[in-house]
Every structure is written in C-alpha cells, then in structure tokens.
C-alpha cells in the first residue's frame, strides 16, 4: 500500500508539474507577444534610412532622422529607433497639425506656442511637446564618439562641480520620473544650467513647467524609447545614453542659450 501511494503521488506530482510549465510557457509566449515589433514598410525592405515623405510638410519642420535607423546600436536598437520615429514621432507630429488647424496657434512660431501653452488645448500641449521634444532628443544623439568640448566642460564644473556630478544628477532625474516622461539639461534666466525633469510631453519652455529654462539635452524615458531592448530597466538604458550624446551640439545649444537663443527643428 505504501508502494502504491508513493507512485501515486508521484504520477500526481508529475501531471502537476507538466501543467505548470504548460501554463508557464503560455504565460511567456504572451509576454514575448507584447514586445514583439511590427514590421513596417521601412523594417520589411530592410532600409536604413529614415524619409518623412509619408507625412505632410507645413510651416513646422520635419524631416529625416540625422543618421540612419541602425547608427546608435547597440545603444539604441534598430527596431526602436524605426518604431520611435515612424510611429511615434510622425504620430505626435501629424496630430500637432491637426490640433493647431483652424485655431489661434496655426502658424504661429513653435517655441511660443510651448511657452504659452496653457492658453491651448490638451492637443496641442501633449502633440506639440511630442513633435518638439524629440526633434531635441535626435539632435542630442550623435553615433561618433565625442569629447565634450572644454567650454561645456567648464560650465558644467561651475554648475554641477564635476561632470560626475553632473551625469549622476540627470541620470537621476530620468531615473525617478514617475511613468512616462523626459530628463532635461537647461539653462536658467541667470544663465546656469540645472537639471530637471517632466511628465508626458511636456518641457521646460512650457509655461506649466515646474522649473522653466531652455533645454539644451534631452533624454526620452518613455517606456517606448527603452522597452524592447532593455525591457524595465529603465536605469540601464540610461547609463547607456551617456556614450551617445553629442556634446557639441549640446555646446552649440548651450551657447545660443546664454544669448536666450531657443532651439526650433
Ligand atoms: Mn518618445
């Protein structure tokens, strides 16, 4: 009897077990489901280019990437950047245009519709910060290696007291931005930077901003400018953004800034 009732656990066990790792591997395959990419046209024909021949062109420019979907891997992989772009950016763009159209903002200059954004729509804060936020975080991005360039060296150290100190200090506001948002570098009314943080799409030009100045950097945390190579880990992807920014056009933007020259795509 004993004999038996062992085997019979163990046949118990077994069938258990077997339906455990069925339900395990469904669960897994759904998760995969979840991040799989779509393949669009671009992704299909295997181009590398990026054209924004597909949407319309109106008084807010918008045009190709400054390099090619595959330039910044690994940091950022092909898939996201085709993905961030294409859909994503073009999204937020084509529904700026519609929520400018036939209102008071039509035409009107991009960074005064930011700085006096509260006077709009919903529309026009969330597409409008979309369409401009990552016009700055392409020109952000650079796939040559490069030094930061001695003045923007300098400046920091007087901000921040070392660049150490200053990466830690952005890092960190990227790092605990609550769900979706953006990580910035401005520069003040005085003239020093800061660092600071926003959620959805806004920015710091924005009038609705807790902390205003001009941003010179920027960093997308959204889950869709990170999720498919680095899943949650957020904190990876952005020590990982540090090897591609380019800091000579964040010096170029930060001297414009200390002449209260904004930054426009
Ligand atoms: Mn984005």
Same mark, same amino acid.
């Given at each position: 009897?004993?004999?038996?009732?062992?085997?019979?656990?163990?046949?118990?066990?077994?069938?258990?077990?077997?339906?455990?790792?069925?339900?395990?591997?469904?669960?897994?395959?759904?998760?995969?489901?979840?991040?799989?990419?779509?393949?669009?046209?671009?992704?299909?024909?295997?181009?590398?280019?990026?054209?924004?021949?597909?949407?319309?062109?109106?008084?807010?420019?918008?045009?190709?990437?400054?390099?090619?979907?595959?330039?910044?891997?690994?940091?950022?992989?092909?898939?996201?950047?085709?993905?961030?772009? &294409? *859909?994503?950016?073009?999204?937020?763009?084509? $529904?700026?245009? !519609?929520?400018?159209?036939?209102?008071?903002? %039509?035409? +009107?200059?991009?960074?005064?519709?930011?700085?006096?954004?509260?006077?709009?729509?919903?529309?026009?804060?969330?597409?409008?910060?979309?369409?401009?936020?990552?016009?700055?975080?392409?020109?952000?991005?650079?796939?040559? &290696? *490069?030094?930061?360039?001695?003045?923007?060296? $300098?400046?920091? !150290?007087?901000?921040?007291?070392?660049?150490? %100190?200053? +990466?830690?200090?952005?890092?960190?506001?990227?790092?605990?931005?609550?769900?979706?948002?953006?990580?910035?570098?401005?520069?003040?009314?005085?003239?020093?930077?800061?660092?600071?943080?926003?959620?959805?799409?806004?920015?710091?030009?924005?009038?609705?901003?807790?902390?205003?100045?001009?941003?010179?950097?920027?960093?997308?945390?959204?889950?869709?400018?990170?999720?498919?190579?680095?899943?949650?880990?957020?904190?990876?992807?952005?020590?990982?953004?540090?090897?591609?920014?380019?800091?000579?056009?964040?010096?170029?933007?930060?001297?414009?800034?200390?002449?209260?020259?904004?930054?426009?795509?």
């Amino acid at each position: 009897m004993k004999i038996i009732g062992r085997l019979l656990f163990v046949v118990i066990f077994t069938v258990g077990l077997m339906s455990c790792t069925q339900k395990n591997s469904d669960q897994i395959e759904g998760e995969n489901d979840a991040i799989t990419y779509t393949k669009d046209k671009a992704a299909s024909d295997g181009s590398m280019t990026s054209s924004a021949d597909d949407v319309p062109q109106s008084d807010y420019a918008f045009g190709p990437l400054p390099y090619a979907f595959d330039a910044l891997e690994p940091v950022i992989d092909t898939k996201t950047m085709k993905l961030h772009y &294409d *859909k994503h950016h073009k999204g937020y763009y084509k $529904k700026f245009l !519609n929520a400018v159209s036939e209102t008071e903002a %039509e035409g +009107k200059d991009i960074v005064d519709i930011l700085s006096q954004v509260s006077m709009y729509s919903m529309g026009v804060r969330n597409n409008g910060g979309g369409y401009y936020n990552h016009w700055l975080f392409w020109n952000s991005l650079s796939p040559d &290696d *490069k030094t930061v360039p001695a003045t923007m060296e $300098k400046a920091i !150290n007087n901000d921040f007291g070392s660049m150490k %100190e200053f +990466k830690e200090a952005f890092s960190s506001e990227a790092a605990t931005q609550f769900g979706s948002g953006w990580a910035w570098l401005i520069v003040k009314e005085d003239g020093s930077m800061t660092v600071s943080s926003t959620p959805n799409q806004d920015n710091p030009l924005m009038d609705v901003a807790d902390i205003n100045g001009i941003p010179i950097l920027a960093l997308d945390v959204w889950e869709h400018a990170y999720y498919v190579k680095y899943n949650n880990k957020r904190t990876q992807y952005i020590d990982s953004f540090w090897k591609i920014v380019d800091w000579e056009k964040v010096n170029d933007r930060y001297q414009d800034a200390l002449s209260k020259e904004i930054y426009r795509p």
